[in-house]
């Protein structure tokens, strides 16, 4: 199982970006895709998560602004962040399970699988 998270950039406060989760060694129906950041000297946190089995959960912070979306034919996991803000300036992981998000899918210990980060810098 890879996780290939890229899509990050600097970006100004209102503007958008896609980040980008490519998985190979699994197919993605079967596993739930959750995003986490990490601001400096924060502890990692849930942002959003998507499977089959039980649909979307976003954090509160980022509902209305972020979307998350899949697509089978590419194994990729998207996520649309518009609105942004400086407070989402962090680094963005993708990570992966089996089965599905669940009620406690904001909490990172619960993910096996885990690409490498993509940094968002949301500044003017």
């Known amino acids: 199982v890879q996780l290939q998270a890229s899509g990050g950039g600097l970006v100004q406060p209102g503007g958008s970006l896609r980040l980008s989760c490519a998985a190979s060694?699994?197919?993605?129906?079967?596993?739930?895709i959750a995003w986490f950041r990490q601001a400096p000297g924060r502890e990692r946190r849930g942002v959003s998560c998507?499977?089959?089995?039980?649909?979307?959960y976003y954090a509160d912070s980022v509902k209305g602004r972020f979307t998350i979306s899949r697509d089978n034919a590419t194994n990729t996991v998207y996520l649309q962040m518009n609105s942004l803000e400086p407070e989402d300036t962090a680094d963005y992981y993708c990570?992966?399970?089996?089965?599905?998000?669940?009620?406690?899918?904001?909490?990172?210990?619960?993910?096996?699988?885990w690409g490498q980060g993509t940094l968002v810098t949301v500044s003017s």
């Open positions: 990570a992966s399970d089996p089965g599905p998000c669940g009620k406690t899918w904001y909490v990172w210990r619960t993910y096996a699988y």
């Open positions: 998507i499977s089959s089995r039980d649909g979307t």
């Open positions: 060694g699994f197919t993605l129906g079967y596993y739930a």
